[in-house]
């Protein structure tokens, strides 16, 4: 194991090592997927609801800014767990920042609370209802990470990831342009926290063993990781095979058929979880967590495509 040193070590280096250092703790693949979700979903409410001004002014007054925000949010929780992780990081990622010994657990915690503080305030300017959400979940993701630490705890750790990254984050997206109690909406945020619900076991199974060591209870250490795969295949599946029910009763427009064909990637992920547990080649986690992440961007982008469509044409 690696001695932990202090972060002076992060003085010493050289400019272009510090800045990876510090990329390398902001994970920036998994900032890429909430920005591009949440411009998707802020295009889609733009279009639908038929909001006022010039498109052009409006996506870089108000959607990419509301984006970043999201994207630092993300930030932070991601830094947030890296500090409260360093036992589990020391096993099963000890190539991480942390663990390395190159940045101290109390800088990594500083950085974090000033990008959520940033967060807020960014948020705070954008858009009232967009503030509330995106400050609550601030605090899921905090509670995540702190005491009483959710991640610890079985079945609500899945929820305490699919609530804010899903839900919360669909609906703070949508808030800026309209309103949450339309079915649209509703539907759709829901499709994503059941999706996530399931697909968020994905990033558990390379830290299993660590996670057990260290107190952190999750699907894949206690029933394993195949009867874990198929515990959660309902959520993976059924929210996309439920756009017809959804169709059918009026919640969704029938141009939303097409988004049915990502119960095709939803099974994908439950086959990579039980046949394939190795790394990905690119990312640092699996080839379930790597497809779980690509469908939910796709996922987004389809639906905003088709929701921009149907509101042009209409």
């Given at each position: 194991?690696?001695?932990?040193?202090?972060?002076?070590?992060?003085?010493?280096?050289?400019?272009?090592?510090?800045?990876?250092?510090?990329?390398?703790?902001?994970?920036?693949?998994?900032?890429?997927?909430?920005?591009?979700?949440?411009?998707?979903?802020?295009?889609?409410?733009?279009?639908?609801?038929?909001?006022?001004?010039?498109?052009?002014?409006?996506?870089?007054?108000?959607?990419?800014?509301?984006?970043?925000?999201?994207?630092?949010?993300?930030?932070?929780?991601?830094?947030?767990?890296?500090?409260?992780?360093?036992?589990?990081?020391?096993?099963?990622?000890?190539?991480?920042?942390?663990?390395?010994?190159?940045?101290?657990?109390?800088?990594?915690?500083?950085?974090?609370?000033?990008?959520?503080?940033?967060?807020?305030?960014?948020?705070?300017?954008?858009?009232?209802?967009?503030?509330?959400?995106?400050?609550?979940?601030?605090?899921?993701?905090?509670?995540?990470?702190?005491?009483?630490?959710?991640?610890?705890?079985?079945?609500?750790?899945?929820l305490w990831v699919a609530i804010?990254?899903?839900?919360?984050?669909i609906f703070a997206s949508w808030?800026?342009?309209?309103?949450?109690?339309?079915?649209?909406?509703?539907?759709?945020?829901?499709?994503?926290?059941?999706?996530?619900?399931?697909?968020?076991?994905?990033?558990?199974?390379?830290?299993?063993?660590?996670?057990?060591?260290?107190?952190?209870?999750?699907?894949?250490?206690?029933?394993?990781?195949?009867?874990?795969?198929?515990?959660?295949?309902?959520?993976?599946?059924?929210?996309?095979?439920?756009?017809?029910?959804?169709?059918?009763?009026?919640?969704?427009?029938?141009?939303?058929?097409?988004?049915?064909?990502?119960?095709?990637?939803?099974?994908?992920?439950?086959?990579?979880?039980?046949?394939?547990?190795?790394?990905?080649?690119?990312?640092?986690?699996?080839?379930?967590?790597?497809?779980?992440?690509?469908?939910?961007?796709?996922?987004?982008?389809?639906?905003?495509?088709?929701?921009?469509?149907?509101?042009v044409i209409s």
């Open positions: 194991m690696q001695k932990f040193i202090s972060d002076e070590t992060v003085k010493e280096l050289d400019f272009s090592n510090k800045l990876k250092v510090y990329v390398d703790l902001l994970r920036p693949f998994t900032l890429l997927t909430p920005f591009i979700v949440s411009i998707s979903i802020m295009i889609a409410s733009f279009f639908y609801n038929r909001a006022s001004g010039v498109f052009n002014e409006v996506l870089f007054r108000m959607i990419i800014p509301s984006g970043f925000c999201l994207a630092i949010l993300n930030a932070a929780s991601n830094i947030l767990n890296q500090a409260t992780d360093l036992a589990t990081d020391r096993i099963s990622k000890p190539y991480r920042p942390i663990p390395r010994g190159v940045i101290s657990v109390k800088r990594a915690t500083t950085i974090s609370f000033l990008l959520y503080g940033l967060a807020l305030c960014l948020a705070f300017f954008l858009n009232m209802m967009f503030f509330i959400l995106v400050t609550t979940i601030a605090i899921f993701t905090i509670s995540y990470s702190l005491p009483p630490r959710m991640k610890d705890q079985l079945f609500l750790n899945q804010p990254r899903g839900l919360l984050g808030s800026l342009f309209g309103s949450l109690f339309e079915p649209l909406p509703i539907v759709i945020g829901c499709m994503t926290l059941l999706f996530l619900i399931g697909g968020t076991i994905t990033k558990d199974i390379t830290d299993k063993d660590a996670d057990k060591s260290t107190g952190t209870k999750t699907l894949v250490n206690t029933f394993g990781i195949k009867k874990a795969a198929f515990m959660v295949l309902p959520f993976l599946f059924i929210p996309f095979a439920f756009v017809p029910l959804m169709i059918n009763v009026g919640m969704l427009e029938s141009y939303f058929m097409i988004l049915t064909l990502f119960a095709i990637p939803g099974y994908l992920i439950f086959y990579c979880m039980v046949k394939d547990k190795t790394r990905s080649i690119l990312f640092e986690n699996t080839k379930a967590w790597s497809l779980m992440y690509f469908t939910y961007l796709l996922f987004a982008i389809s639906f905003s495509i088709l929701t921009v469509l149907g509101s």
